[in-house]
Every structure is written in structure tokens, then in C-alpha cells.
């Protein structure tokens, strides 16, 4: 067999050489090639000899300089690439190359176009213009190639050529805010010209996070029922239409959501996303939590995924009408992970950078995706503070939902908050605080960890389970009618603070819990229930699903809804829908006749929340003074509190009574009965107090 | 092994000094947040008493009631812990009663 070498640069001033199969008895000569002209003689500080491979390492007395291809060669043997990728795993990598600027991508006048890309490791890159011209960019100090071309670019594609350690590759600019289908390459757009107005003035102000009442949905599920009269079906525009209806004449889409009553829409994936072919988006579905682009919307939700700036002009749309209708707009953003890191833009450009590495070379991987963003290296975290600046200053986004947040750090996360308030001062942060163990040392933003990242929320799971049950086994919760799990509803649905049970309160304050039963993931309310209560009629299933949302609008905290769970939609028992397509997925508006009373009482219970001002107090001591708890009859609850009603200037003595039980409950005082129907939350306006 | 106690409420007298006498740490900290401390503490005795008996001993065996906790597990239902060791039990009140059942 032959001898095969290989170079790595493995610290600034160290290379390191290895032979495979070398020669008997060899005295191999080393040279540093630094370019055709200059060669210099190294000789090894150490050598490991084996049979089958020597390892020769060479501390040189001076640092390479990124920016250049380096080469090896050895005598009998020949010539290989030093490889200088490995640098990207050194801690003071950052330090050295960290760029502050915010013109990473391409600054666009209509004289002029100015290209910059981060690569510190490459020693070329060229930009590809319409794949026809061709221009080399200059490098900088911090390792940001740039050029400037004195044209109008506007409508031009482009890509770049990166050459690092000799290996060339193909990418799309990971700064890119115009792509064409199907991520093929970057565009040039002149963005300026689609702006509007975007009705941020139809927003009314929020005094905190408890203001909010979030409804989650996806575009494509909201709008591809085929039984409506949307025309965009599926897409951006289908949301933003009006004026449209089921077939026995019921709103839906933009005007159903609206008269929910609900502040906020969580709008699932709607940056650039990898898994669904945009060119037949009807034949592919998926949720999209397999970002590409992070600074480009999604097309297969264009009304014309071929022109790039119609899911930009389209997006705009939609927000600029649902903040019309007095709604903010949150995006779910995916910074935990990447589709297919090992071909990803960053990959590419920067090798060996983005991802976590455990110490033996590993990708972290607790993210269940094969890679985790490595979120504290300072130039991701500025791609992801940059993205989200993006889309609140750009898009007019109010908020961000962020998925698998545990597995980013807290300072990223107190970064960003501080940036977005900047941009927008009612802007809310909130996500999945669960507790996952990823990078070394690193302080990450779950919930455990809420005291270092002030105003932001966590989705509770201790909530979920204890209203309707554990997510992994047949528990049945408070809501679902065990009295087992009352003294646990006392300390969830006062906001997670109190310790009631003597475990410790989950957070401080009650702005810190996203109070949910439902979301994307796992079983709808209803099939939980299906699962948990088979015996139940189905009446009395569907007067479950009614009570357990009041539950949830009547506990302190943030009340969180997914599509369809106030009418108790059912995916068919499909706990985990993410590709499953849209006739599980799909907003089943045909439903909405036969569900009215679980719709209307939906409503109504909005509305007494939003005007119950207890139920907006962050103040912890106000509601220990202010609320009391109660056992009475069926394994419910008399919960009092002292509040104003709505623009009163008295407090009076709101009575919210709950039963889950299928018998109505008669609860007696001062010779009054009440009477509370089976499984279901009344609330009385008592005296003045 | 089965253990049952019925308290009559209203028999719960100088509740604070019953309270640190029957009470272990963790139970006080439960206990100065109970909306209705006596008929938490008649519960909470119950359920102390009907441990003893389920083990076959009485209040004079030498196993001191505040060696008996009776905490909250994560559903708000209520578990004994002794010696480091869990124990079913349930409690109920109704009126002017407490009554508590241990199995062993």
C-alpha cells in the first residue's frame, strides 16, 4: 500500500502531519509551501512512529495567516493541503474573528450593491452572479469578504464559491433575505419597495405578558380545508383573506380566528424550511422544523413560489391584516437546530463553527436532530440576534416562540430580549425551557435557570400534566376529573408560584408560565381525552374539551391554545403529525356548526378573563391576598378573588366555580344554591368587597 | 396492612402549639399556608394515627408523630414518608370530620 499524508493545522502555530502506510526505514523532509515562490523546510518537534502511521507535529515559531491554502509536501511521498478547519473548534477562534457589523449579507442601493460574507477560514471566495459573472471577494482582518458592484443588481440571483482547505463548495448566503424555489440560490431584492403599513398602530398596548391569550396555528392548516371558500389555499394570503366562510356560511380563516377573541397568533414555521418541495407544495407537508434559510420566509406559502419576492411581499400581507384585527403576530423560530448540517450554508462557508462538538469531535445531538446550533459561539449568536432583528424590525413581528429554547444559552437569549425590546417594546419571548443537557458548562435558557433570563416565559409541562395528565403514561389530571391531582390544580393554575405541595414554586412570578394542554406536538385535547376517558359519551367528551380550556383561561399565567383545541378537533389519535399531511393536520372548519356551544363558550370565557383585572396582576403578593381556594363538592374548586370587573373602580368578589365532574355540583351559602353544571366553570359577580 | 383514624375537627385545639409538636418541618411550611389550618392539622393527625396503626403500634411505641411526614407529591396528593420510606395514604374531611386511611 502507499503512503498517504495529510496536514492539519491544529492551533495557529502547530501543524500537524500525519503518514498512513509509510515507507520502511523512511527519513521523510518536510516543506511549508505558503504559495508557488515560497517554501520553507520545517522539521518536526515530535514524532509518534507506529508501524502503520507517524504522527509528526511542528511548532513553528510564528502564526499562519488565515486567508491562504497552505500546502505540505513531503519527500518520496508528495504533496496535501494543510487543512486549517480544525481552528474553527479553538476557543479564541471567536475572539480573534468576531465581527460586530451589521452589513453581513448584501447592502442594496440602486447604484450599488455591496456583498459581505463571514469566512475566516476560507482563502477564496467568488460570487456567481446569475451563475454567468464571476467576481472574486477581498478579505478583511476579521475574515468577512466583501465587494462592492456599481450596478442596480435588483432581481439578479447570486451564490458563492468558498473555498476552504482547498475543498470548494457551492453555497446560498446564509445573510440571504430573497431566495429563489426551493433555496437554489440567493436574490438580490430591493426590499424597501415592499413595505407598508403594517397597522402596528391597531395593536393595543400590553401592560405585561398576561395580557396575552396565544393561539397557535400553521398557516397551511388554517387555510387548506377544501370545504371553504379561500382562494389561497395553504398559503400566506389564504390567512390574510377576508370575508370568508364554511359551507354553512361561518367565518373562518383570518375572521374565525378574530372572533376568538384571542391577542395573539403563534404562527408555526414560517422561515425558509427545507422539507417541503416548493414547486409541489400540495404533494409534500410538513410542519417545518427543518430551518434552511433564517432570514427568508418559507415558499411553498407564496401565491407564486417562483418570483422571490412574493413570499416577501405575501408575508407582509398577512401581518399587516392580522395586526388590522388588533392581533400580534409571534414566530416560531428553530435555533436548536439545522436540516442536514453536514450540507448546510454554514457548513460550508465556515466549517467546523456552527455546530456543538462533545470533546471527542462529536456533534451534540440532545437536540433528537443529529446536530445542536452552537448558540454561544459569537458569531451564531449574532446570526440569531440578527435574524430575529430581521423579522421584528422588517416583518413588524411581535414576538418569538422558540423551540427547544433549553438547548440555547441564557445570555444569547438576554441578548436578544434586550436587542427586540429595543425594536419593539411589547415584543413576547417565550419557549420550550425543558431541561436538556448540551455543550460544556454552558448556562442554557431553560426553566430551571428563569432567574437569569428576566421576561422570558416557559411553556409549563408541570401545568400540562397536572390538568389533563402525564404525557407519557395513562395519569389522569384534575381537569379530566381526578380529585387526586386538586391539590396539585391549586399550586398550577395560581401561576406555578405559590409551593403549595412544598416542592418549591416553579418561578417567581406568574408572567413566567405559558399555561398549556395542547400545542403542535403530541395528542390533541381531544384525543387525550379519547385516550384517558374511552367511556365517556361522546357529548361528554366533547364538554371535557370545553371545560379543560375554560380551566386554562381561568388559571393564572398565560393561556396558550392550539388551532382547533377549542372545538376539540382530533388528529385521529396521531400523537406526532409533523409530515402526516393536511387531512390530519387541516383546521376542519366543517366541524364549526355542530361545535358551536364549545365555541361560544370558548368565547365568553375569553372575555371574562380579559376582563377579570386579577387575572392580569404580576404582582404575586396582590394575588396571595386577593385569592382564596376552596374544596367543595364533586372534586372541585371555589376559587374567589378579589378583583375589578372592567373599567369598574370597585373591587367586587368574582366566585369562579369549577367542576369537572360529569354531576352538576350545588353549592350552598347564605341560603343561595348555586348550581354549576357538569364539567363546566362559573363565574359569578359577587358583592362589593 | 391497613390503618384508618377519624379526628373530630373541632377537637383540634391550640392548633399552632399542636401544630409544632405533631408537625415535622417540612409539614409547618405546609401548614402556615393552609386556608384552614384546623382542619388541616385534624387531617394531618388522622392520617399520622392511622400510619401507627397500620404498623401495628400505638401513640406510646415510641415513634414520635413528627417523624411521620405527610407530604405532597407533585399531583397535590398526599404521601407519607418515614424512616425514607413512602406510604400510601388518603385523606378526607367533610364537616366536622377528618378521617385518614394508610395501607402499608
Redesign the interface.
Known sequence: MNPIVTAELTNFDNIRVTITNPHKNANYVFILVTDINHRHRIDPTSIDKKETVHVYEFKLNYELELGFEYHIAVTNIGTCVLNVNPLALLPDFDTRFYYNGDDLGVTYSHRSCKFALWAPLASSVILALDEKDYYPLKRDKHGVYRLTLNKNLKGHTYVYYVTNSGVTTKTIDPYAKASTINSGASVILDLNAYERNMNDKKLTKMNSYLDAIIYEGSVRDLTVDPSTNIKNKGKFLGLAEEKRVNKDGLPVGLDYIASLGITHLQLLPIYDFATTDEAHPQETYNWGYDPIQYFVPEGSYASKPNDPASRIEDLLTLISKVHNRGIRVVMDVVFNHVYEHLYSPFEAVVPNYYFRRLKDGNFFNASGCGNDLATERLMVRKMIIDACKWWASYYHIDGCRFDLMGLIDAETINKLREELKRINPNIILYGEGWNMISGDNLTLANSDNYLKMPNIAFFND?YR??VIGNLHNK?VG?GLDNV????????VGTGST??????GSRFNSVDRTVNYVECHDNNTLFDKIQILRPNDTPADKLQRVSFVNSLVLFSFGIPFFHAGQEIGLSKGGDGNSYRSGDKVNMFNYALLKERMSLLETFKRDVMIRKNLQIYHSNNNKAINNNV????VDNGGILLTAKTYFYRERDYHLAKIFINPSLLRLEYKENNKITIVPPMSILVEKGNKV | MLGIDIVKISRVKNASTLAKKILAK?EL??YK?A?KPQEFLAGRFAAKEAFLKAKHCGITSGIKLNEIKV???????PVIVYQGEKFTVSIA?DGDYAIAVVSL
Open positions: 408541570w400534566d397536572t395519569e384534575f387526586v391531582y386538586r391539590q396539585g390544580f391549586k399550586e405559590f409551593n403549595l405541595l412544598g416542592h382564596s381556594i376552596y374544596d | 417540612e411550611a405546609l399556608k386556608r407530604l405532597y407529591q407533585r399531583s397535590g396528593a374531611h
